[in-house]
């Protein structure tokens, strides 16, 4: 099993910035994806950024210019960088590792962005 620990969300005015944290714990595999998603209230869920165990990066056109994702040096740690903040960014947003054989996902962490 593999736990994962968000934080860094909160309310921000538009053209403001947020840093999101995301930690694994447990068995990690050395191969994985890590990568956030994001859900807003009625839409369904949607990847943001996702970044592989060898530092490949992968973007929503929406976010790009915007976000960056990045992992720790312990590996077992992925940022999401967000810049530039639209309240179109709101949702509550979620971490994610995957590994060939297993997903997992966190518990989700609030980003609400005003106008």
């Known amino acids: 099993q593999v736990q994962l620990v968000e934080s860094g969300g909160g309310l921000v005015q538009a053209g403001g910035s947020l840093r999101l944290s995301c930690t694994a714990s447990g068995t990690i595999f050395s191969s994985n994806v890590m990568g956030w998603y994001r859900q807003a209230p009625g839409k369904q869920r949607e990847l943001v950024a996702t970044?592989?165990?060898?530092?490949?990066?992968n973007y929503a056109d929406s976010v790009k210019g915007r976000f960056t994702i990045s992992r720790g040096n312990a590996k077992n740690t992925v940022y999401l960088q967000m810049n530039s903040l639209k309240p179109a960014d709101t949702a509550v947003y979620c971490c994610?590792?995957?590994?060939?054989?297993?997903?997992?996902w966190g518990q989700g962490t609030q980003v609400t962005v005003s106008s």
């Open positions: 994610n590792i995957a590994d060939l054989l297993r997903n997992f």
């Open positions: 970044i592989t165990s060898a530092g490949v990066t």
